[in-house]
């Protein structure tokens, strides 16, 4: 690598003229934000659409078509985008300045609130909206739809950089149709469907509680009831895919199956957030942090959801089968059963500070349903109303949306998913303990060149195993095998096979010779 700055990684002319069309294209809707009322709205959008989508497409066949197949990650540290400089910074603040706007301040994108019409920005989406759901856009239908084409457009562009590589080929095409399909045309379609007498809520069939955090408010599960058999199959499917689809797809799979192939927020930092994916902190500190944070949520989103359920459940056993005394035993008896079979089976697989965090947890929780028992005090200290609002707020708002994408440029692509995101934090945790999925290493091949560790967007440092030859079982690897895919040694694979011997903390680097490992290990 050289010091000095290679010219070779300056944009050359073709992707200067692909970086204007797109930013031209930009800067219609930037004007459209600004409330610049177009003529001929459809044409518009469509232009201003089109050109940012032909602007990363014609950027990605300059960047790879001439090139030999393979992975070029070359100069990244070179340019200001990809290496916290100046356009990083730009970025990061323009997309959180759209993100706090679009959450907290809609109407400056033109929402019109009490039955006004729409202006500016979401006027300019209203004949999208009307030709797909029937009616006039929401700040939701804008973000939904630039949202898809991100990820549409970025992942034309990285499957190009990795099309030598099937299981990147695979799991992008996955990604790309999961958003397109379930996430954004099937629910547009499905509010079309909306009546008096059938009213489903607008629902992202692929998101599953507690990502969905909001899934079984009242307000939810009375639409579902009342639209029919579909409602009433499609809450079923909510409460199967967290209690039996989830668990039986992560045992077999680990949570790649969810995090890398499916969700909507990993396909964005898949594919959008490419290439800020070496930017994440790799430190042990950072890790410290992530554990606590994250499992700090889950514990949150559980007793949030605890106490908005319980608060529009009956107490008349002989009116209703859930009550609110049963449904608050249900949990109990959840949460005891994971913490008592993981302290009994799965004790010596967790560090010190994990240990301690699941009992001070599990003491907490107990306390406040002993005090909500015993003294009739709100259960959880605070009424559900507040608790749901601050979830929504510091969680659903600022945490996924502000932070967790905004920053893609300065903290990397996966800071949602890393620190924040609950579903991960589950799905990790089963992946951890009860699951056929690890990353194998051959030791005896690693060159210690840190590829797989700087290109690792979660920050665990993978070369560590590699070294030592030892199985990755990390609960935070989302399985998107670019470690493996950069390694240029071939040291890192991705297998899903018997939980014995899955973790395998000490054996240590000895080549590949099993004669020998053996012989130490017996030592
Ligand atoms: S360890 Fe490898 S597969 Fe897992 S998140 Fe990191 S790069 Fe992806
Ligand atoms: S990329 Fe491969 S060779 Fe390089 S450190 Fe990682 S495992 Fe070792």
Same mark, same amino acid.
């Given at each position: 690598m050289s010091l000095t700055k290679p010219e070779a990684f300056d944009l050359s002319t073709k992707q200067r003229i692909s970086t204007a069309i797109g930013v031209i294209g930009l800067i219609i809707l930037i004007l459209a934000a600004f409330n610049v009322n177009f003529p001929y709205k459809p044409a518009v959008l469509s232009i201003s659409l089109l050109m940012i989508t032909v602007g990363i497409i014609l950027f990605t066949h300059d960047l790879y078509l001439g090139k030999h197949e393979g992975i070029k990650n070359d100069g990244v540290m070179f340019k200001s985008i990809s290496s916290r400089g100046l356009w990083a910074w730009i970025s990061g603040i323009a997309l959180t300045g759209f993100y706090i706007v679009l959450y907290f301040e809609a109407e400056w994108l033109g929402l019109g609130v009490e039955d006004a019409k729409n202006t500016g920005l979401v006027a300019l989406f209203d004949p999208l909206s009307n030709l797909l759901n029937g009616g006039p856009a929401s700040q939701w239908f804008v973000y939904g739809t630039l949202y898809t084409i991100a990820i549409l457009a970025f992942g034309y562009k990285f499957l190009w950089k990795y099309r030598h590589n099937r299981y990147q080929r695979l799991r992008t095409f996955s990604v790309m149709f999961f958003q397109l399909g379930f996430a954004f045309l099937i629910p547009e379609f499905m509010s079309r469907l909306n009546s008096d007498s059938f009213n489903l809520p607008y629902y992202d069939l692929k998101n599953i509680w507690p990502l969905n955090y909001y899934n079984f408010e009242q307000y939810r599960v009375d639409a579902f009831i009342s639209s029919g058999d579909i409602g009433l199959a499609l809450l079923i499917f909510g409460v199967a895919s967290i209690f039996v689809i989830t668990p039986i797809l992560t045992y077999k799979y680990g949570k790649r199956w969810y995090c890398s192939w499916v969700c909507g927020c990993g396909g964005l930092a898949e594919t959008a957030g490419d290439s800020f994916r070496?930017?994440?902190?790799?430190? *042990?500190?950072? =890790?410290?942090? #992530?554990? %606590? &944070?994250?499992?700090? &949520? !889950? $514990?949150? /989103? $559980?007793?949030?959801?605890?106490? &908005?359920?319980?608060?529009? +459940?009956? #107490?008349?056993?002989? @009116?209703? =089968?859930?009550?609110?005394?049963?449904?608050?035993?249900? /949990?109990?008896?959840? +949460?005891?059963? /994971?913490?008592? %079979?993981?302290?009994?089976? @799965?004790? #010596? *697989?967790?560090?010190?500070?994990? @240990?301690?965090?699941? $009992?001070?947890?599990? &003491?907490?929780?107990? !306390?406040?349903?002993?005090?909500?028992?015993?003294?009739?005090?709100?259960?959880?200290?605070? @009424?559900? #109303?507040?608790?749901r609002k601050s979830y929504g707020f510091l969680i659903g708002a600022i945490f996924s949306g502000v932070i967790g994408t905004g920053f893609y440029p300065i903290f990397g692509n996966r800071v949602w998913c890393r620190f924040g995101c609950p579903m991960a934090a589950i799905l990790g945790f089963q992946q951890r303990l009860l699951s056929k999925f690890r990353i194998t290493t051959n030791g005896g091949q690693c060159i210690s060149c840190g590829n797989c560790s700087t290109y690792c967007e979660m920050g665990i440092d993978v070369r560590a195993y590699a070294q030592k030859g030892e199985n990755i079982v990390r609960s935070s690897c989302v399985g998107c095998g670019i470690c493996s895919a950069v390694c240029p040694r071939g040291v890192l694979k991705l297998e899903n096979d018997s939980m014995n011997g899955r973790i395998d903390s000490n054996e240590i680097l000895l080549g590949n010779d099993v004669d020998l490992m053996t012989l130490v290990n017996q030592k």
């Open positions: 070496h930017l994440s902190d790799k430190r *042990q500190f950072a =890790w410290n942090i #992530e554990r %606590w &944070v994250v499992h700090s &949520v !889950v $514990v949150f /989103v $559980v007793l949030m959801t605890t106490a &908005v359920v319980h608060s529009y +459940l009956g #107490e008349d056993a002989s @009116k209703y =089968w859930l009550t609110k005394s049963t449904f608050l035993i249900l /949990v109990a008896a959840l +949460l005891t059963a /994971v913490f008592a %079979w993981t302290m009994i089976f @799965k004790k #010596e *697989q967790l560090a010190k500070d994990a @240990k301690y965090g699941a $009992v001070g947890y599990f &003491v907490i929780i107990a !306390v406040l349903f002993v005090m909500h028992f015993a003294n009739g005090t709100d259960l959880f200290l605070f @009424k559900a #109303e507040p608790l």
